[in-house]
């Protein structure tokens, strides 16, 4: 089962629709609810650094079975050093994000918390692709 | 562990009830207080308030991920039809006070309600 939403950069209205459509989902497919929490939490986390960062950006979120895997790509400026990004406390996070509760340099930390893999690629000047893993089976 | 209807700190914040009226007699395990989201996306506790002067519609998307069912408006924060029209399709208790942060918190707390850690 695959799910398609569009991230504009930069629109902190709609930021975390993604995550609560995706949320709905889970919840109609009867998912465990903590599984569904870190699952939301991660993404959303995601959501909401396509918003922050990024011109635009793709989720793609495939559910089966076994395991629910989620594709984060977005057209932004990149990651120059992948490793001190993945540092708590450390955020290129403006004014503006900051004032929304964010840009503490704890996303993506927090996704890989919750996830059970991260996956993280970037290019700088062309974007960055997160891709999070959570099993299912027990 | 003490449990704290929503409705009692409602009373002793003299809070406004702006969403979810009619949940108010809910338990509530413990509160915690703060501005920052990303904070909030950390906890794993269950039947949590959220005590935040922040209002925007990110502290009520945050709150629908984190499982948080009750947020305080501290700082006479104002909620917008939009968050509360958000609030409301997630089942959320809304409320809004008068006091600062320190107050409120003091308040509750000398009430009895426990923090996360």
Redesign the interface.
Known sequence: MEFNYEVEGGN??K??NA??SV?KVLKQLNVD?KVI?RV??AL??GE?NVVAHAYKGNIMVDIDTARIFIRIQDEGPGIPDIDLAMTVGYSTASAMVRE?????G??LP?MK?NADSLKLSSKVGEGTIVELTTNLSK | MLLMKIREIAEILDARVVCGEESIDRDINCGFASDLMSDVLTLDSEHLALITGLANMQVVRTAEMADVNCIVFVRNKIVSPEMREVAAENDMVLLECKYSMFNTIGMLFQAGLQPVY
């Open positions: 902190f209205a930021a975390g995550a609560s949320k609810p929490k939301v939490v959303y986390e909401v929304m509760g964010f840009g503490a704890m996303g927090n918390r």
